[in-house]
T-cell receptor, first 117, second 109 residues
Framework: DAGVIQSPRHEVTEMGQEVTLRCKPI?????LFWYRQTMMRGLELLIY????????DSGMPEDRFSAKMPNASFSTLKIQPSEPRDSAVYFC???????????????FGPGTRLTVT | GDSVTQMEGPVTLSEEAFLTINCTYT??????LFWYVQYPGEGLQLLLK?????DKGSNKGFEATYRKETTSFHLEKGSVQVSDSAVYFC????????FGAGTRLTVKP
């Protein structure tokens, strides 16, 4: 299995520009998670999906952030407009989840390093 | 709610030293417990896990035992190597996954 795939691996953009991060989860996994990691705040859960449906987006910092999962094999995290404080490493992770809700271990992608100047 | 607390770092050890990274948890149910490792420039990787009380997870010389009586899941390794330098995260999952803040380990030759 190729594991969780994220693109791009690095993104440098100017303040005010739109940024789209992409994620392909492991085939057969039905839960997908977006995290942000910074030195100051550590690892933060932004949003997660179960069976392509957003379950909890309480970690999304503000309306500039949005996430979609149009099908079981693809998700995007969009920032519009981007700001310098959005600079971080963004991770996507996927896992299996039983219908009754017990979570299994999560498998992380390599991350996208975003720099907003 | 459920949470995980792990010892603050950074931790610096000499090669072949004994490692302990403490992790305690708070949970209302019966969570599974995990240790993840993050090497520089990479995503988190599952290191080991335990799904019920008294289970011992082990991998690559690392071990951790699920202690319900002390609500702990401490990570140990008998002899660390330079290649073990990384950030280690304790985590629990009941319904949702909760990660600790991470502990940075540096092993010097």
């Amino acid at each position: 299995d190729a594991g969780v795939i994220q693109s791009p691996r690095h993104e440098v953009t100017e303040m005010g520009q739109e940024v789209t991060l992409r994620c392909k989860p492991i085939s057969g996994h039905n839960s997908l998670f977006w995290y942000r990691q910074t030195m100051m705040r550590g690892l933060e859960l932004l949003i997660y999906f179960n069976n392509n449906v957003p379950i909890d987006d309480s970690g999304m910092p503000e309306d500039r952030f949005s996430a979609k999962m149009p099908n079981a094999s693809f998700s995007t995290l969009k920032i519009q407009p981007s700001e310098p404080r959005d600079s971080a490493v963004y991770f996507c992770a996927s896992s299996e989840r039983e219908n009754r809700g017990n979570a299994y271990e999560q498998y992380f992608g390599p991350g996208t390093r975003l720099t907003v100047t | 709610g459920d949470s995980v607390t792990q010892m603050e770092g950074p931790v610096t050890l000499s090669e072949e030293a004994f490692l302990t990274i403490n992790c305690t948890y708070t949970a209302t149910g019966y969570p599974s417990l995990f240790w993840y490792v993050q090497y520089p420039g990479e995503g988190l990787q599952l290191l080991l896990k335990a799904t019920k009380a008294d289970d011992k997870g082990s991998n690559k010389g690392f071990e951790a035992t699920y202690r319900k009586e002390t609500t702990s899941f401490h990570l140990e390794k008998g002899s660390v190597q330079v290649s073990d330098s990384a950030v280690y995260f304790c985590a629990l999952s009941d319904y949702d996954m909760r990660f600790g803040a991470g502990t940075r380990l540096t092993v010097k030759p």
